[in-house]
């Protein structure tokens, strides 16, 4: 059983349907519900939970996002509170109102995720008296001010608990002086059954016009400057010259950098990448095809699947997926990435803004057929292994129960019928 909580120290508050219930109260908190990483590793956690032990629900800072449907489809209530900045008025008005509603729907865990909406509802978590507050950071900076990284600093202070997603993240965040105790690394999952082993060519080569029997090297990310799309050019171009027939891809888009749950549209990176290819005599080689919905199909369809960021990453979920379809990766050493990939088993690892560190890991790949099934094989196995989403649940609901102990036995939770919050 997920995340199975002593007995006594359920809450027994009507449920949403008026039945009563003892399931754990739980309140997941994000930006918005765009397409990255982070959403769909708390969507998927949404779905995963036990629904016999948990009762969930979401708030956002902005109604917005591919995957929203997803999460009215399976009728999860979500709850906006959108604000222009941080500070102000009308900012902590929605926070009272964001307690008001933790306090009327007796939510006993709270679990926010990155710097906005940990900013946002961790001080109005507190405020409400939730008895368990949960903060999450999935990455190793580079998007912050120092402005923002302090605030960031002095709110997960207000978190009973911060998880991560790789033991980098972990070790950059005490150098950043946060709180060794409260940390706790949770790698994240994925969904298997949305990455089958490969199974041949994909639609995606007729839609592009790309040759049946080409090699294609892929990147697929968010278009934003640590992610280092132009060094994997800089390699593509001297992969080109020694296998003419190779095709790379960048999938993805400019969108999705994230202010205050807004979207903010950084379309200068890509117009210089496509810019770039340009110069570099690539223009018929590589494809930009924009923000893409079928990303298992293409990953399936990749000889070799490449992250060539340059810092800013946890643990990332485009290299988990491209692994769990047994794919060959190619990974800068940056943020968990080794943690994911073991260099020389399950895929290659090189210095980070080495464009013919690359180059020569993918020629290697390209060149090496069996070297790359074994490489595709291992990661899948990898991935099953260590990095599903059930796994990932597992490790979380067992978190929230030890929480939730914890609080019972410092006084902060009613264990009395209807009973919710600060004793006294």
């Known amino acids: 059983m997920i995340g199975t909580v002593p007995a006594g ?7 949403r349907d008026g039945v009563r219930t003892d399931r754990i109260r739980v309140l997941q908190f994000l930006p918005n519900f765009a397409l990255g990483g982070t959403e769909r590793l708390t969507v998927s956690l949404a779905r995963a939970l036990d629904p016999v032990r948990f009762d969930v629900q979401f708030g956002c800072l902005r109604r917005w996002g591919e995957l929203l449907g997803e999460v009215a489809d399976r009728g999860i209530p979500i709850a906006e509170y959108e604000v222009a900045r941080l500070h102000g008025v009308r900012a902590w008005r929605e926070r009272l109102r964001f307690a008001r509603h933790l306090r009327r729907e007796r939510i006993q865990i709270v679990h926010t995720y ?26 190793t900076g580079g998007y912050l001010t120092p402005l923002q990284q302090r605030a960031h600093r002095l709110v997960c202070r207000l978190a009973h608990r911060i998880t991560v997603n790789a033991e980098a993240v972990r070790q950059y965040l005490i150098g950043d002086g946060f709180d060794p105790r409260k940390i706790v690394v949770i790698r994240q999952g994925i969904d298997l059954s949305k990455f089958p082993r490969r199974s041949g060519l994909s639609r995606f080569r007729q839609e592009w016009g790309l040759p049946p029997q080409a090699p294609l090297v892929g990147v697929v990310c968010r278009l934003v400057r640590l992610k280092g799309v132009e060094h994997f050019l800089e390699a593509a171009a001297m992969v080109a010259a020694r296998l003419p027939q190779a095709r790379f891809l960048v999938v993805g888009d400019h969108l999705l950098q994230k202010r205050d749950g807004a979207i903010v549209n950084d379309v200068a990176y890509r117009a210089e990448l496509q810019q770039y290819a340009a110069r570099l005599g690539l223009n018929d080689r590589v494809v930009f095809t924009g923000f893409r919905v079928d990303v298992p199909e293409i990953l399936s369809d990749l000889a070799v699947f490449v992250l060539p960021s340059v810092g800013g990453e946890g643990l990332s979920n485009a290299l988990l997926e491209a692994m769990a379809a047994g794919v060959p990766v190619v990974a800068t050493d940056v943020g968990g990435n080794a943690e994911a990939v073991q260099d020389g088993m399950t895929g290659l690892i090189v210095p980070p803004g080495d464009a013919p560190a690359l180059a020569a890991a993918i020629t290697r790949l390209l060149h090496t057929q069996e070297v790359a099934v074994r490489f595709g094989a291992a990661g899948r196995m990898r991935v099953e292994q260590f990095f599903t989403d059930q796994r990932y649940a597992s490790e979380t609901g067992a978190l929230y129960a030890s929480l939730l102990d914890g609080a019972g036995r410092r006084g902060l939770l009613s264990t009395t019928p209807g009973g919710w919050g600060v004793m006294g």
């Open 9 to 15: 120290l359920e809450t027994h508050a009507p449920g």
């Open 114 to 139: 990155n710097f906005y909406a940990n900013a946002f509802a961790i001080p109005a978590a507190r405020l409400a008296g939730a008895p368990v507050v949960v903060a999450s950071i999935q990455d």
